[in-house]
């Protein structure tokens, strides 16, 4: 559990340094979330080094990934039309997200997303930090803290939208792995395709 604690501390730090207005201006985010990304997958890997025997390419596996990717895609659109007629700031916040990409290179983001940001989220938080909460309490308790934890790394942002998302892909995520957990190929590629697609491909 020190090591897990570790890992989780090092991901509060590293995406409120990313996500805090005080800090965020003197970095480039998506190359500081790529590296971010990749340490966490490096503790991942040092901590339970055998979580790649959970990941199986079959057709079921990137079915289930696809389906996953397109239903918490239509999840957020429609979570984007309702919010905007309940909250006056929620579209605005939407926005401040999309501007994370301005100036950056569609083909660039795309590749960084779906080879290395999307995978290395998914190694670390379902394949070790929710693997190893659920061996240690239970599956439920597992799902359930891992979920928030992922969610709260987020808060440092202030931006109440960016942190809803984050708990609701978290909790599809955590979901989807509380009862399949032999299926993180599926969950490394939905957030693989999902990154792309909200951000680049067919932002909302």
């Not at 730090?13 to 985010?29: D, I, S």
């Not at 057709?59 to 990717?69: M, W």
């Not at 061996?135 to 891992?146: H, L, P």
Request: hydrophobic content about 55%; proline content about 3%; aromatic content about 18%.
């Amino acid at each position: 559990m020190k090591q897990l604690g570790f890992s989780i501390v090092l991901a509060a730090v590293l995406w409120t340094l990313m996500f805090l207005p005080l800090t965020a201006p003197y970095l480039n985010f998506w190359w500081a979330m790529t590296g971010s990304a990749l340490a966490l997958s490096v503790c991942a890997t040092l901590f339970r080094p055998h979580w790649y025997k959970q990941v199986r390419w079959d057709f079921s596996n990137i079915l289930y990934g696809l389906l996953l990717a397109a239903g918490l895609w239509a999840v957020f659109w429609l979570g984007d039309k309702i919010s905007s007629l309940l909250f006056s700031f929620a579209r605005p916040q939407v926005d401040l997200i999309y501007g994370m990409k301005t100036g950056e290179s569609s083909w660039v983001l795309s590749v960084l997303m779906l080879f290395l940001i999307g995978p290395c989220e998914e190694i670390f938080w379902r394949g070790y930090v929710q693997h190893t909460l659920s061996s240690v309490w239970s599956a439920n308790k597992g799902w359930v803290v891992s979920t928030l934890l992922y969610t709260l790394v987020h808060i440092g942002s202030c931006n109440f939208m960016l942190v809803m998302a984050a708990a609701v892909a978290g909790c599809v995520w955590g979901t989807f792995y509380r009862f399949f957990p032999n299926r993180l190929a599926a969950l490394i590629l939905s957030h693989a395709l999902w990154d792309a697609a909200v951000f680049i491909w067919f932002p909302i």
